[in-house]
């Protein structure tokens, strides 16, 4: 399964990119460990996976909302 995330970096605060990338890969690995997970620059907010039946798609998207509400923990650090 192949999880890609792109995002504006434009929105997100110094080194905010990196810790991004660091948070969605330790948490989608803990449910998808054979999951690969990648992070990448664009002009938009878009989620691609492919390889994974609907279901699974739904939940690795409530699993980034969550991920982007609790950004003030883990975003700050």
């Not at 330790?26 to 492919?50: C, D, E, M, N, W």
Request: hydrophobic letters at 40%; charged letters at 25%.
């Amino acid at each position: 399964m192949l999880i890609e995330m792109t995002v504006n970096k434009m929105y997100l605060p110094d080194g905010g990119f990196e810790k991004l990338d660091t948070e969605m890969k330790r948490r989608l690995s803990k449910a998808y460990p054979t999951a690969h997970v990648f992070l990448r620059q664009g002009h938009s907010f878009q989620l691609s996976v492919i390889g994974a039946a609907k279901p699974v798609k739904t939940s690795i998207s409530y699993m980034l909302e969550e991920m982007f509400e609790e950004s003030c923990e883990w975003l700050q650090e």
